[in-house]
């Protein structure tokens, strides 16, 4: 490929593909010709010119700004580098190994965000101010198994010696009233966790996964602060069903408030969906159950709901889309584009079936139970939602798409104020990604629903790998914990 360079009408030719300007130029290619390097030379006193503003745009980079490395390779250099007993740094003289740092990093900077309250959103006898935090801890088991992904850490960081009165250090510093755990592992709730949540005045409720999986999600809430109603666990698993063959759980929890001089049901959803980029069809299965179940457990009109976890799906992705947007049309959509985790999709194109899941798992396109037909007269059809005309299973399988009525908000944006980075939860070798969310029932026009007030800070990846990548040794999981303040609005507006 042969690129022209023209500023003030005298040229240069590039092979080897474009370059980008940088302030001054930095070339991406080799220079061909006699004398190279006097052309370098001439360039790097040039500024850019409107066309490479324009191309360097299109790439998402300034015209000052190298091509960074994803961390993976950054890790992957750091290691040589030390191997070789060479300092370990990042562009910006920062450490990028916490191996190498040989010494404790500074936490991320994680300040609280504040939102403005309107008018007639004050609190009062029928609203509860309230915190929810969502946390995957990562699983020491998990870590043990995947050691690849955090071999840019510092050993006795990993240990669970250590990372455990970390993880209860935090849990106690934000002090919320509901929290919402994943990749708890069962034997450490039953012997240590769940002993630490009691005496911080939380009681607990635990839903292992599936199969030989040896981790799960709990839920723990203040019993100062909420009653319980009931416990859900939701299990994905089903057996026999080819696509439901994962052993990711979840849980739908009903809450009662012990204050606010109304009555009200609080339903926290908690689940940590299925990791793997290329089955977005199984994650959305996954999805329409939990669904369905917090639909089922919180009909009550005054019922606000929670969803939390880690949901393995990037702010854009469509499965996100679908959860915010209440609709998800598939049409031609590939598994492996369904979750956003995979920036360029690898391997053969696989779009999605329709229906997604099957007829027998008695979940409908709304993401609801079906209701048992009343008769078996005309009109009525075992797999059609009760109150829809029957058209039969062929036509109503070619529709292509998803819908919920939940009314779902997030507490994050996908970017962070004010440089607009992009916000990251999660961080280790392989990745580092938005993957972990607060979802809410936003306040309503019939004075009900949940009102952001504050949260806690996002970091972005050049903050955390200034703080030696997750985990370290203050931070010990591979992921960070949200934290969000809502006002629960409980009676009709004034």
Request: with cysteine; net charge positive.
């Amino acid at each position: 490929m042969l690129t022209t360079y023209n500023d003030s009408r005298k040229k240069c030719n590039t092979s080897g593909g474009f370059f980008i300007a940088k302030g001054h130029v930095m070339l991406l290619g080799k220079l061909s010709g006699v004398g190279g390097h006097l052309v370098r030379r001439r360039l790097a006193a040039r500024p850019p010119s409107p066309r490479l503003r324009r191309l360097s745009g299109a790439l998402g980079m300034e015209p000052g700004e190298r091509r960074r490395r994803p961390p993976w390779e950054r890790k992957r250099k750091a290691g040589e580098m030390e191997n070789r007993g060479q300092d370990v740094s990042g562009e910006d003289g920062q450490v990028v190994a916490s191996r190498a740092s040989g010494g404790d990093v500074a936490p991320p900077d994680r300040r609280w965000e504040t939102w403005p309250v309107g008018g007639g959103a004050g609190g009062g006898a029928g609203a509860v101010d309230l915190t929810v935090m969502s946390y995957n801890i990562l699983s020491q088991d998990l870590l043990r198994d995947n050691a690849h992904l955090y071999s840019h850490c510092r050993p006795e960081a990993l240990d669970w010696s250590h990372r455990l009165p970390n993880l209860l250090a935090e849990l106690r510093q934000h002090d919320a009233d509901v929290l919402c755990l994943q990749e708890v592992q069962a034997d450490h709730f039953e012997t240590q966790i769940k002993d630490a949540l009691r005496a911080q005045g939380y009681d607990c409720v635990y839903k292992k996964r599936t199969g030989q999986k040896v981790d799960g999600c709990a839920v723990a809430f203040k019993t100062s602060r909420f009653s319980l109603l009931s416990s859900n666990p939701v299990e994905f698993f089903r057996a026999g069903d080819a696509l439901l063959d994962r052993h990711n759980v979840g849980l739908v929890v009903l809450l009662r408030p012990r204050d606010g001089g109304r009555g009200g049901t609080l339903c926290v959803a908690n689940t940590h969906l299925l990791f793997n980029p290329r089955r977005g069809d199984v994650k959305l299965a996954q999805l329409a159950v939990l669904l369905a179940e917090m639909e089922r457990r919180s009909r009550l009109p005054d019922a606000a709901k929670l969803l939390c976890g880690d949901l393995n799906s990037t702010p854009w992705s469509p499965l996100l889309t679908f959860l915010l947007a209440g609709r998800l049309r598939y049409r031609h959509l590939p598994a492996n584009a369904v979750s956003g985790q995979e920036r360029v999709p690898r391997g053969p194109q696989r779009l999605l079936p329709d229906p997604i899941w099957s007829l027998a798992l008695g979940i409908n396109r709304r993401c609801q139970y079906e209701s048992p037909p009343a008769s078996s007269a005309a009109g009525a059809e075992e797999g059609v939602a009760s109150g829809v005309p029957a058209k039969g299973r062929e036509e109503a399988s070619k529709s292509w798409h998803l819908e919920h009525h939940l009314c779902l908000r997030s507490s994050y944006g996908p970017r962070l104020w004010p440089d607009g980075s992009a916000a990251v939860t999660t961080y280790h070798a392989h990745s580092a990604a938005m993957v972990d969310y607060i979802l809410y029932t936003p306040w309503g026009s019939k004075g009900r629903g949940l009102q952001l007030l504050g949260r806690l800070s996002l970091a972005g990846q050049a903050q955390l790998e200034r703080a030696g990548g997750l985990p370290n040794a203050r931070h010990s999981s591979d992921h960070v914990p949200l934290l969000a303040r809502f006002r629960w609005h409980l009676g009709e507006r004034s």
